[in-house]
């Protein structure tokens, strides 16, 4: 069967092809100008992100593209404007991708272009001799990624085991997309209870995302929802391969790859151009069942419509509330919390929303409404903070025993977090509790726990833990001397 490129007609490929092109240029001439001073990065620590905050995913948007724009700069000659298109992108993407240091995006873009080159017959079967020098080369340029940001690549699989504990935790429901990280966070927990001096203790943080979008998609929606994805991607790639489509089937390879290791589909942007690549790509099958490749484009587009409606959603909230957090950092009174009860239905599920409203409901003293409120934060937040505050507000209720368990919990959540062991020793170091052999326990590893990044606030920690055992070492001594 003819593609329309060797046929010299615009057909859905093609326009498929502009689209993505279109975008990928937009894309790409932003990063440009953000590297050259002429635009602000969206990013302070990053030179270039384009529309993105990361230059991540912004490297898996351009590698995705890359291929389709490939395949017209080698074959498009036909098509004047989509040729001239594709090799201005394939040249500016290939240039500025190196300096965004993406290795999920680069290795997106060498699987999709070998593809694509593949299929457009500019590869040739290879030789016993020129294979093994192939995968000898990609094994080296595995270990030369690897690398680069080895503390990276460790957390990026420690993250994918975590996902898929969190994930087998509601395998076939799922936990809905607000809880992603909620879920990631128990996971976590259980690992670090289960295994307290595992080699991952120095590379765990409180993700936000599964960075693999088949976990994410599996931990939100269930196992059906991420092995229907993976089937959709599947059936879109040999659909365009079949259609000798080769852009379209690249660039769906370096789509699945970018889904491995990144998260694409938190950016509107991203979904959008997806959702195009892959309703191209399966309307490039040769089989010409027009009912059944226009039902699931329709539906392709229902679902990336309503995916980026939510992310949006979220996205100004986020915003929005920002601007508003100011309404926590007063005293509550009966207004306000009547304000603030009314903007829970908008910023629900908001992190950042139920942190602020609960810390500020504790510093008026409403410890049960702020207990409310920050188990409703652990839910949508893998972040050990809500669980340091529900172990203070049990300690000043005098529920000493649910105290502990809140700031073990944080603790297990992030081991080598120095706050809540600090809390915890605390804890015991009150007059109520009086658990001197536990206090000095905890006090000592807590002082000679080594942190991430040392601040003058864990110097100030370290200080009065020091002083405290001062006090209650010659207590222990004189009951020893008693005995």
């Given amino acids: 069967m003819a593609t329309d490129t060797e046929t010299g007609r615009i057909g859905v490929t093609e326009v498929t092809g502009l689209l993505l092109m279109a975008a990928g ?48 700069a080698l074959d498009g000659r036909r098509f004047r404007p989509l040729h001239w298109a594709a090799l201005v992108y394939v040249i500016a993407a290939v240039a ?9 995006g680069w290795v997106a873009a060498a699987a999709g272009c070998l593809l694509t080159a593949a299929g457009s017959g500019r590869i040739r079967r290879p030789r016993p001799a020129v ?17 680069l940001k080895p503390a990276s690549a460790l957390g990026r699989l420690f993250l994918w085991r975590t996902g898929v504990s969190a994930m087998l935790r509601h395998p076939l429901t799922g936990a809905g997309a607000a809880r992603v990280a909620g879920e990631l966070g128990e996971a976590q927990e259980d690992y670090f209870r289960e295994i307290p001096w595992s080699e991952y203790i120095p590379v765990a943080g409180t993700p936000e995302y599964a960075f693999n979008e088949y976990l994410q998609t599996g931990i939100a929606y269930g196992i059906p929802a991420m092995l229907l994805l993976v089937a959709v991607m599947v059936l879109a790639g040999v659909s365009a391969w079949r259609g000798r489509a ?24 991203f979904i959008a151009a997806a959702a195009v690549l892959t309703a191209g790509a399966i309307v490039a099958a040769p089989r010409r069942c027009v009912a059944g490749k226009a039902a699931m484009c329709a539906a392709i587009g229902i679902v990336a419509f309503t995916a980026c409606r939510q992310q949006v959603r979220r996205s100004e909230i986020a915003d929005n509330w920002s601007t508003m957090r100011y309404i926590c950092q007063y005293s509550l009174d009966e207004s306000t919390i009547h304000r603030l009860d009314s903007l829970d239905g908008i910023y629900g599920e908001s992190a950042r929303f139920l942190f602020d409203y609960g810390k500020a409901l504790r ?59 600090y809390l915890l020793a605390l804890h015991y170091a009150d007059p109520a509790v009086n658990d001197t052999a536990s206090f000095l326990k905890m006090s000592r590893y807590t002082i000679f726990l080594k942190p991430k990044v040392m601040s003058p606030a864990i110097r100030q920690m370290r200080r009065e833990l020091d002083s405290l055992i001062t006090i209650f070492e010659p207590r222990v001594e004189g009951k020893v001397r008693q005995r």
């Fill in 25 to 72: 240029l937009w894309e790409c001439g932003l990063g440009w100008m953000q590297l050259l001073g002429l635009r602000a990065s969206l990013h302070s620590l990053y030179p270039a992100t384009g529309t993105f905050y990361n230059p991540g995913p912004y490297c898996g948007f351009l590698a995705m593209v890359l291929p389709v724009a490939l395949r017209y």
């Fill in 96 to 104: 500025i991708m190196p300096v965004l240091m993406g290795r999920t």
């Fill in 131 to 147: 294979l093994v020098g192939a995968v000898v080369a990609a094994i080296a340029a595995v270990a030369f990624l690897l690398y």
């Fill in 246 to 269: 080769y852009g379209l089937a690249g660039g769906m390879l370096s789509l699945a790859v970018v889904c491995f290791a990144s998260y694409p589909f938190q950016f509107p942007v």
């Fill in 363 to 421: 510093e008026a003293g409403l410890y049960e409404k702020s207990t409310a409120v920050l188990h409703r934060g652990v839910e949508v937040s893998s972040d050990p903070m809500f669980l340091t505050l529900l172990g203070r507000n049990c300690h000043d209720t005098g529920d000493y025993d649910m105290a502990v368990h809140y700031f073990r919990k944080a603790i297990n959540r992030l081991p080598d977090r120095i706050y809540p062991r």
